[in-house]
């Protein structure tokens, strides 16, 4: 089903289309380049536009993807109809950004931030509703709106579940475990399984493995009983998805659950795109950083609205990838995006689950620029580290972040993964002789002789 309407911009008249079934509207490109002033003959500028780019896409990789462009028959000035070209948000944006348009983000806010707003609620009622779990990292806001975000949801276990993910993320694991204790043994089994994920993570945080343990323990349980009987596929995805979560970001075995790729399409949008990320973390555990970053680049290519928090997840694995790859810049500009997105409402816990996968690039990027979010992320790191190393390795009696500070661990983790001392000083912004001394220093402190021991240690 379409809908045809002429809306006005400063003004000018744009001729818009409402595709029903892709769920996006579609603005015709002339009316769009009139309205911005762009040319005074905006269909010769337009003709003249595509005429270049395709001789350019014949010699390299064009910015402008022509298979975006729509072609509709629309009524013209003279009421007949001619075929028009379209392209709905995400083309105009990229054409916006070939063209260096100024007026191009007042533009897109004027005409999709109401649709986009009206959306999401939707998608948020729905998901409460059908129970989709992790309502705050399932919703799309624009970072700043997390608390607001939080007291929009209208049933007040979601909302309560919500406020705990904002605590959790935000690094108030104490608060978040509190609140989601209470419900366990909800009977929603959203509710619970969300409950159940946050309370684990949180009490992993907290250095509580016993209670961690017991979460992801109800976890399992659940899953068993939903696969078992005549569940729905949603309730069916929220499961599997709940028993991947724990799985991958635990780093344990995810070989008895099912294929987490035959229940995405089950999921709603922002549990999508985190399962994406859990996708894209298991192929990056078995050292596949490519393939881990084409599924990353994919999903966010897909996203046409913010989903914070799973795109925080996604761009710290993109750093993860391209730091193993040895692109250290690239692995800062993904770090930096994601910081960028998290700021804003403080969700600092990302980054600390991914301290020791970040190999240096936190200290690198965070360190002398924002001296006081890294103290605060420090402390985060050392809670979570002995909570990891209680979770992995109850026998040990080294305690990782006792022995060495988050900065020492960096380095040890790059010395033994046959970076250069060169190589680790131009990642994290030290000098080669600073380098030098701090893995001599961090060689003494463990009682190692070797990179190649010191790769057994930072494994333990």
Known sequence: MEKYVVRCYQGQKIRSVWKEREGRWFFSVVDVLRALEVSANPSRYWSDFKRKLRQKTEKEEAPFRFENIVSLKLPAADQKNYKTDMLDEEGLKELFTILHIRKAEEFLDVFFRA??????????????????????????????????????????????????????????????????????????????????????????????????????????????????????????????????????????????????????????????????????????????????????????????????????????????????LKETEE????????????KPDGLLEVFIEHHGLLQGVMESCLKKAEPEAYKALTKGIISFSRGWMKMHNQESDWVVTDALTPQEFAIAMLACRDWSNQEIADCMGLSVNTVKHIISDILATLHVNSRKELLQFVNK
């Open 115 to 324: 649709e986009k707003t009206k959306r999401t609620r939707e998608a948020e009622g729905k998901a409460e509703k059908s129970g989709f779990l992790l309502p705050l990292l399932n919703s799309s806001f624009e970072p700043g709106d997390g608390k607001k975000t939080v007291e929009s949801f209208s049933d007040p276990d979601f909302r309560r579940i919500a406020e705990a993910e904002l605590y959790y993320f935000s690094g108030e694991a104490e608060k978040c475990e509190e609140i989601t204790e209470t419900y366990l043994e909800n009977e929603n089994i959203s509710i619970r399984l969300s409950a159940c994920l946050m309370y684990s993570f949180a009490n992993f945080t907290l250095g509580n493995a016993e209670a961690a343990r017991n979460g992801f323990l109800k976890i399992q349980e659940t899953l068993a009983a939903v696969l078992s009987g005549n569940e729905k596929k949603e309730i069916q995805a929220n499961c599997v998805f709940a028993g991947y979560m724990t799985c991958i970001l635990v780093h344990l075995p995810a070989d008895d659950l099912p294929p987490l790729r035959e229940y995405v399409k089950y999921l709603p949008k922002g549990l999508r795109a985190y399962a994406s990320y859990l996708m894209a973390h298991e192929l990056y555990l078995q050292e596949n950083y490519e393939r881990a970053l084409g599924i990353l680049d994919a999903t966010l290519f897909s996203l046409n609205e913010t989903y914070p928090i799973p795109e925080i997840y996604i761009y710290c694995m993109v750093a993860m990838c391209k730091i193993k």
């Open 331 to 342: 692995a800062k500009e993904a770090f930096m995006t994601a910081w960028d997105t998290a």
